[in-house]
């Protein structure tokens, strides 16, 4: 990755009326009604500071490959956790367990197939995001599910995961329940330093303040 420094003492320095690229995908007629507005609201102030925003279509990625994302999920996760698992059987999730034993039945060939896509994937992405300083789009469909057994729809997150894209959620609201909603800045692979200079930015010019929400039963 290429290195940065960053005053500890002066923070990130913000990137100042940067140009972003809207990213919606066509799921957002499933995105809740809440959600959508705190990313249009969100829109709306970015544009009256000064930013250049555009609606970006990205076909690439807008196709989420659940086999390519899952087998290198898995494949990886049975390298890195399978010492883990068998030292401490009754320490490890079933869940992690799992994961181990799905990867471990994986042929190399598939890995390296799934590898090959998401390279290609993450080349396309550097060309189409071209004059933009990062992507703003959203983090999920709207409010956390209800309960622990469920952490919520994640394909407005695994894309940016298969490519190894930066990407930053920055709270903007509150949906019906009382949970919090946000947007997601997302930068180009190994463009680190600008995506944070840009999340920093938006997150002045959004100036959130969270307060203490009322979360309903």
Known sequence: MPAFDVDVEKGIEPLMRPRLGVVRFEKWSRV???????????????CAAGAVVEELALAELDRTNWVAINTILASEGAAIFSDLVTRYPDRTSDHLKSLVTAGKAIAAPDYLAAKTQQERRRSALSAEMKGYDALLTLPAFGEAPRGLHYTGDAEYC??????????????TGFGKNGLPLGIQVVGDYRN??????????????????????????
């Open 32 to 46: 809740e009604a809440e959600q959508q507005q705190v990313l249009d609201a969100a829109i709306e102030r970015l």
């Open 192 to 217: 680190d330093l600008r995506a944070l200079r840009t999340a920093k930015w938006v997150e002045a010019v959004l100036a959130f303040d969270p307060g203490v929400p009322k979360i309903m039963a």
């Open 158 to 171: 695994a894309p940016w995961t298969f490519v190894g894209a930066p990407a930053v959620t920055l709270p």
